[in-house]
Antibody
Framework: QLQLQGSGPGLVKPSETLSLTCTVS??????????WGWIRQPPGKGLEWIGN???????FYNPSLKSRVTISVDTSKNQFSLKLSSVTAADTSVYYC?????????????????WGKGTTVTVSS | QSVLTQPPSASETPGQRVTISCSGS????????VSWYQQLPGTAPKLLIY???QRPSGVPDRFSGSKSGTSASLAISGLQSEDEADYYC????????????FGTGTKVTVL
């Protein structure tokens, strides 16, 4: 059964870079035509999509975060990662990694069918 | 930033049916498939419906999704206490070079 586990520091200082990694187990990140990505949820608020990466390395980012976000994939480690630069208190959230879609005959269908448990990240000095 | 609008809350007694609406536009629901997620308190969201009306294996058939024009709906029939949760619709949006958008969320309370 496919499982995702996010990891990374729970506390980041303002202006620094938030770095999280998602480890995929029970399946290969490079098998099938899947997308992988990150979603966040500020305390008491709704869900916000951060971005996706295709298993081949193509990336898609939320325009509101695009200037600060980098998502990468390491197929040798079966992991994908998130970097968010110049963080502020507004970036304090639970960060979820997820399998975020599939390409079928060249058409992309986006939906998050497997989620990690979430990593709480607080931005504070 | 949410461009998909949901009612903030819905409630019904056990065994009854509750319907949650999700209103969008031609750049998202009107041209793309809709998915629905259930989030129980303190847990990660769970996929309930994908491609407008498809249920992943393991999701009870009490949950059903539909779409018409630029709106979508999630119906929960035979409401149970364990259905008390937050529900989010979502879809890809072709505006702003493309982004995945979630709805504003609906808190379902089982009375």
């Amino acid at each position: 059964q496919l499982q995702l586990q996010g990891s990374g520091p729970g506390l980041v200082k303002p202006s620094e870079t938030l770095s999280l990694t998602c480890t995929v187990s029970g399946g290969s990140i490079s098998s099938g035509s899947y997308y992988w990505g990150w979603i966040r949820q500020p305390p008491g608020k709704g869900l916000e999509w951060i971005g996706n990466i295709y298993y081949s390395g193509s990336t898609f980012y939320n325009p509101s975060l695009k200037s600060r976000v980098t998502i990468s994939v390491d197929t040798s480690k079966n992991q994908f990662s998130l970097k968010l630069s110049s963080v502020t208190a507004a970036d304090t959230s639970v960060y979820y990694c997820a399998r975020t879609g599939i390409a079928i005959f060249g058409v992309a269908y986006y939906y998050m069918d497997v989620w990690g448990k979430g990593t709480t990240v607080t931005v504070s000095s | 930033q949410s461009v998909l609008t949901q009612p903030p809350s819905a409630s019904e007694t056990p065994g009854q049916r509750v319907t949650i609406s999700c209103s969008g536009s031609s750049s998202n629901i009107g041209s793309k498939s809709v998915s629905w997620y259930q989030q129980l308190p303190g847990t990660a969201p769970k996929l309930l419906i994908y491609r407008n009306n498809q249920r992943p294996s393991g999701v009870p058939d009490r949950f059903s999704g539909s779409k018409s024009g630029t709106s979508a709906s999630l119906a929960i029939s035979g409401l149970q206490s364990e259905d008390e949760a937050d529900y989010y619709c979502a879809a890809w949006d072709d505006s702003l070079n493309g982004l995945y958008v979630f709805g504003t969320g609906t808190k379902v309370t089982v009375l």
